[in-house]
T-cell receptor
Framework: NAGVMQNPRHLVRRRGQEARLRCSPMKGHSHVYWYRQLPEEGLKFMVYLQKENIIDESGMPKERFSAEFPKEGPSILRIQQVVRGDSAAYFC????????????FGPGTRLTVT | QQQVKQSPQSLIVQKGGISIINCAYENTAFDYFPWYQQFPGKGPALLIAIRPDVSEKKEGRFTISFNKSAKQFSLHIMDSQPGDSATYFCAASNIGGSQGNLIFGKGTKLSVKP
């Protein structure tokens, strides 16, 4: 059973470009949480999605950031018009149900904005 | 503001020694306290977790001690090994009142010297 997959693992974007981060949950998991980790910081919750629904986006910046989890395919975190402050590691965690118990994290996408 | 404070920021322990990492929280509604281990370039992995109805939980060399009145919990790693060298994060969640997102501490970088 493959674990949570994220791609790309590393992404370099110039200021003003768009970044698309993908997360494929574990088989049978229909819940996805996205977290952001700034250097020397802990992970901070961004958004929680179930298939085709955004359940909680309270941790996501109001502008430039969006997320989706379509019926088919991976969950996508999209950052428009990236700025240097967006440079961070972005992790997704998948779970078979709502709640903190069984969140399995992917290896992360390290975004660098130049 | 919901917050989890973790200390120390870094820790050096000799092989065979005891590693102790402490966390404190403010929100009394938190009722789930996991610890995650993260190796460089990898996503966090769940190590051990505790609910507030018990004061201690042990799994192998890893023990969580929980003090509800002081709103503190700690991770003890007995007989520390070089392979334990990693960053450790404490976290907290309010199972009933949230959608399951985790609130993380800033992390402790543990180095176990041979």
């Amino acid at each position: 059973n493959a674990g949570v997959m994220q791609n790309p693992r590393h992404l370099v974007r110039r200021r003003g470009q768009e970044a698309r981060l993908r997360c494929s949950p574990m088989k049978g998991h229909s819940h996805v949480y996205w977290y952001r980790q700034l250097p020397e910081e802990g992970l901070k919750f961004m958004v929680y999605l179930q298939k085709e629904n955004i359940i909680d986006e309270s941790g996501m910046p109001k502008e430039r950031f969006s997320a989706e989890f379509p019926k088919e395919g991976p969950s996508i975190l999209r950052i428009q018009q990236v700025v240097r402050g967006d440079s961070a590691a972005y992790f997704c965690a998948s779970s078979p149900r709502r709640g903190p118990y069984e969140q399995y994290f992917g290896p992360g996408t390290r975004l660098t904005v130049t | 503001q919901q917050q989890v404070k973790q200390s120390p920021q870094s820790l050096i322990v000799q092989k065979g020694g005891i590693s102790i990492i402490n966390c404190a929280y403010e929100n009394t509604a938190f009722d789930y306290f996991p610890w995650y281990q993260q190796f460089p370039g990898k996503g966090p992995a769940l190590l051990i977790a505790i609910r507030p109805d018990v004061s201690e939980k042990k799994e192998g060399r890893f023990t969580i001690s929980f003090n509800k009145s002081a709103k503190q919990f700690s991770l003890h790693i007995m007989d520390s090994q070089p392979g334990d060298s990693a960053t450790y994060f404490c976290a907290a969640s309010n199972i009933g009142g949230s959608q399951g997102n985790l609130i993380f501490g800033k992390g402790t970088k543990l180095s176990v010297k041979p």
